[in-house]
T-cell receptor
C-alpha cells in the first residue's frame, strides 16, 4: 500500500522569504502522480501543483516549484516570495495511474504560517 | 472556471438519522470521488465512482454508506444511520480522463461540514 509522509507538522516563514515543505512517499508503482494541495482556513482544497512521475523535469507554477527525486521518493514544495495569503495547511498527495480514475492518498499536512 | 459545488455547506443531524450530501461535479468530468476529513486530521479517501458504478472504496466506506448519480449532474453520498464519529468535513471531487491511463487533477468542492449530535 502507498503511504505519504509529511514530517513537518508546522512551519513559519517571513513574508517575501522562501520556504520548503517536505514530503516523502512509499510505493512500488512506477507510474503515478504527485500533488500539493493547499487548504486555507476556509477549508477549501485547492490544487497548487502536480508532477507526473515519468517526467524528469520538476514542475513549476509561478512562485511554487517542486523538487522531485524519484529514486529517493521525495517530493518537496518550494514557495518563493512568500505572501500572507500563502498561510494554509499544505497536503502532499499521491495517486497511481489507472483507467478508472484514481484515489488520492494524502499526507498528514504541514501548517504554514507566513508572518508579516 | 468551472467548479464542483456541494450542498449544504453545513449539515447538523441527530445520531441515527439518515443524511444525504449532494455534489454537482464539473460537467465534462467522468470520475467522481468522496473524501472525508475529521477535524485536525488528514483527508481520507472514501469512494470513487466511474461509469455509473463504484470503482474503488476504502475500509471506511462500509454498509452505512452509499453513493448515487441519480441524474446527469448530481452525485450524492448517503449515510444511512449516522454515528457521532461520522462528524467530519466531506469533500466531493471530480476529474476528467486524459489518455488511457491518465487523468487530470481532481477538483474539489468546498466541502460539507457534517455535525452529528
Amino acid at each position: 500500500a502507498q503511504t505519504v509522509t509529511q514530517s513537518q507538522p508546522e512551519m513559519s516563514v517571513q513574508e517575501a522569504e522562501t520556504v520548503t515543505l517536505s514530503c516523502t512517499y512509499d510505493t512500488s508503482e512506477n507510474n503515478y502522480y504527485l500533488f500539493w494541495y493547499k487548504q486555507p482556513p476556509s477549508r477549501q482544497m485547492i490544487l497548487v501543483i502536480r508532477q507526473e512521475a515519468y517526467k524528469q523535469q520538476n514542475a513549476t507554477e509561478n512562485r511554487f516549484s517542486v523538487n522531485f527525486q524519484k529514486a529517493a521518493k521525495s517530493f518537496s514544495l518550494k514557495i518563493s516570495d512568500s505572501q500572507l495569503g500563502d498561510t494554509a495547511m499544505y497536503f502532499c498527495a499521491f495517486m497511481k495511474l489507472n483507467n478508472q480514475g484514481g484515489k488520492l492518498i494524502f499526507g498528514q499536512g504541514t501548517e504554514l504560517s507566513v508572518k508579516p | 472556471e468551472p467548479e464542483v459545488t456541494q450542498t449544504p455547506s453545513h449539515q447538523v443531524t441527530q445520531m441515527g438519522q439518515e443524511v444525504i450530501l449532494r455534489c454537482v461535479p464539473i460537467s465534462n468530468h467522468l470520475y467522481f470521488y468522496w473524501y472525508r476529513q475529521i477535524l485536525g486530521q488528514k483527508v481520507e479517501f472514501l469512494v470513487s465512482f466511474y461509469n455509473n458504478e463504484i470503482s474503488e472504496k476504502s475500509e471506511i466506506f462500509d454498509d452505512q454508506f452509499s453513493v448515487e448519480r441519480p441524474d446527469g449532474s448530481n452525485f450524492t453520498l448517503k449515510i444511512r444511520s449516522t454515528k457521532l464519529e461520522d462528524s467530519a468535513m466531506y469533500f466531493c471531487a471530480s476529474s476528467s480522463p486524459s489518455g488511457q491511463f491518465s487523468n487530470q487533477p481532481q477538483h474539489f468542492g468546498d466541502g460539507t461540514r457534517l455535525s452529528i449530535l
